[in-house]
């Protein structure tokens, strides 16, 4: 069977990571610790990261021949991308099981997005 690769991308908010107890946090760890663990031992896993703090965003445009770049993450929102998985499946569901499995969807939210090759015919 053919792989596709997803992204699953992990949100937060300030106010939901600050209403974390040091113990949650520590199990957030663990739990993203233990996934990518299985996930290498599969060999599903192409990569992963934490993001930095989205304070540290910088968002680039370029329009007439001219490049801005303004602070902060293009949309004007709570939640913010801190993080992702780029994972090997067979299909969108076994991928889904993974992002479901990810602590970060207890608290917000994780999304499944196919990516695409090149050609971008696939989908």
Not at 68 to 93: Q, R
Not at 110 to 117: D, G, K, L, S, T
Request: with cysteine; hydrophobic share 40%; glycine share 8%.
């Amino acid at each position: 069977m053919v792989t596709v690769k997803y992204m699953l991308l992990i949100y937060s908010n300030a106010e939901s990571w600050a209403g974390l107890s040091a113990e949650q946090r520590e199990g957030l760890g663990r739990s993203h610790q233990e996934l990518t663990r299985e996930l290498t031992e599969h060999g599903l896993l192409v990569s992963a990261a934490g993001l930095a703090d989205p304070i540290t965003t910088r968002t680039v445009s370029v329009r007439d021949d001219g490049l801005t770049t303004t602070d902060g993450p293009y949309a004007e929102a709570k939640e913010h991308l801190a993080g992702f998985y780029l994972v090997e499946c067979e299909t969108i569901d076994e991928a889904i099981g993974y992002a479901a499995r990810m602590p970060d969807a207890q608290y917000l939210a994780v999304e499944v997005r196919p990516v695409m090759e090149m050609s971008g015919l696939e989908m």
